[in-house]
């Protein structure tokens, strides 16, 4: 299983971005997907995370600013990030949980500066 994740980059607080996870290989029974994020020093922590039906979870400080979509059929989640603040600056990372194992994507680094 291989998830590609991207649409990273420097953004202004203020700014938007949309992060793409792609997942391939053998995900045939892929259930949950979601987007954690790590920022130096800190541990990783869910950021948003979706079923294969729809069904959605935030963390706190993101409700209302973050929306995480998936589509089934091209095996791939978003998160788009609205109103990014300095404290979202982190590596952004997804995962897949497919019968009961969790994969990971490689991160894609997310700053939020002037």
């Known amino acids: 299983v291989q998830l590609q994740a991207s649409g990273g980059g420097l953004v202004q607080p203020g700014g938007s971005l949309r992060l793409s996870c792609q997942a391939s290989g053998r995900i045939f029974g892929i259930n949950a997907m979601g987007w954690y994020r790590q920022a130096p020093g800190t541990q990783r922590e869910l950021v948003a995370d979706?079923?294969?039906?729809?069904?959605?979870n935030y963390v706190d400080s993101v409700k209302g600013r973050f929306t995480i979509s998936r589509d089934n059929a091209k095996n791939t989640i978003y998160l788009q990030m609205n109103s990014l603040k300095p404290e979202d600056t982190a590596t952004y990372y997804c995962?897949?949980?497919?019968?009961?194992?969790?994969?990971w994507g490689q991160g894609t680094l997310v700053t939020v500066s002037s």
């Open positions: 995962n897949a949980i497919i019968f009961g194992e969790t994969y």
């Open positions: 979706i079923t294969r039906g729809g069904s959605t």
